[in-house]
């Protein structure tokens, strides 16, 4: 066929440039050229030209709507159920959606094998064993979400059987030595790791202060004004437990009594002020009777509502100790002497408040 012959088939038929280049799956401008005689088509292009404007009678031309292509689809799938979780939806109910959205015909969902789900009423989503970063991310949300279920469950019980009444009673007079005391023998024993790293710098076995803590309790309390802990008698200790001739109970608190005022907890502890080492001990002591309950708080959510119940209970402005904390521990600290730095380091809040 010639140019000529070529553009009067086309207008014959009525058929756009775009139409014809849609059948062929070539581009109108390849076409143009065709009917111009710039170009001439190839022996498969005729052949496939002549078919589609025979004079026998056939079905005018439906052009195809493009598939899209697979990963597309599973993309944005992906994406609707990253949106509706976090959106508040669960894991059953986001995601879904139906094909005609994407532009899927029946035949098309079934192409996808179990990279998408179908549900009764036919409508898909993602599966939810997909690799796609938005599900991983969705997933993740879920899970949070689920934690953070299942933490308030045992954070609000918690709350008042061991954080008011905790806090409550660390404002009595009858109760304050009790609890700070607590607390800061459990601050100790968090720290003792830290201290341990740096056991040349103490002159007497550190162990005293750490496995017997009563004596470095007391020099803290008695620093800021608080009555001393009363110990019961204790059984006696075999001196292969600790370096040095100790034989008994009283010579080892004797000796953390020693090594607390060797690092400096009573200057820290006035320096901090009563009311600090009242909000520490009080901090420690609910921290260590959490996690005897197996009350673990680690997101967010629990972690601001556990601090929140804990502050309101203990009657004290957060900002003040705050600042008083920072203002003796950085602010003022002796660098010059290392020993004061290290016993610095036992003076942390729990990560939770």
């Not at 009764?120 to 979400?145: C, H, M, P, T, W």
């Not at 905790?166 to 404002?171: K, M, S």
């Not at 550190?206 to 017997?212: A, G, K, N, S």
Request: hydrophobic letters at 40%.
């Amino acid at each position: 066929m010639t140019p000529a012959e070529l553009r009067e088939a086309r207008r014959q038929r009525g058929w756009r440039l775009e139409d014809v280049a849609l059948a062929l799956g070539t581009t109108v401008a390849t076409l143009s050229r065709w009917e111009r005689g710039l170009q001439a088509p190839s022996a498969a292009a005729l052949d496939a030209w002549n078919r589609i404007f025979s004079p026998k009678p056939d079905r005018p031309l439906q052009p195809r709507a493009p598939r899209r292509r697979p990963r597309g689809v599973l993309a944005q799938l992906a994406d609707l159920f990253l949106t509706d979780v976090r959106a508040g939806r669960n894991g059953w109910d986001a995601g879904w959606c139906e094909p005609a959205s994407l532009g899927l015909q029946p035949d098309d969902v079934t192409a996808f094998g179990e990279e998408i789900e179908a549900d009764d009423v036919g409508r898909v989503r993602i599966s939810f064993n997909s690799r796609f970063q938005a599900v991983e991310e969705g997933k993740d949300v879920l899970g949070y979400r689920r934690t953070v279920d299942a933490e308030r469950r045992l954070l609000m019980p918690a709350i008042e059987r061991i954080i008011r009444p905790t806090a409550r009673l660390a404002r009595t007079s009858e109760g304050e030595p009790t609890i700070v005391g607590e607390g800061i023998t459990f601050m100790i024993r968090t720290g003792a790791p830290v201290v341990e790293t740096a056991r040349s710098l103490l002159e007497s076995d550190p162990r005293t202060l750490f496995e017997f803590p009563g004596g470095a309790v007391n020099v803290i309390l008695q620093a800021v004004g608080i009555a001393p802990i009363v110990h019961p008698a204790s059984p006696p200790v075999a001196a292969s437990s600790c370096a040095g001739p100790h034989t008994g109970i009283a010579p080892l608190v004797d000796g953390a009594e020693s090594v607390a005022k060797e690092i400096g907890l009573d200057l820290t502890a006035q320096r901090l002020g009563r009311e600090v080492v009242v909000a520490l001990g009080s901090a420690w002591s609910i921290t260590s009777r959490l996690e005897s309950a197996g009350v673990a708080v680690v997101t967010d959510q629990g972690l601001a509502q556990l601090s929140r119940a804990f502050w309101e209970e203990i009657g004290l402005q957060r900002s003040q100790i705050d600042s008083a904390w920072r203002r003796a521990l950085v602010d003022e600290q002796d660098t010059a002497d290392e020993k004061l730095q290290l016993g610095n380091l036992l003076w942390s809040w729990p990560e939770a408040l």
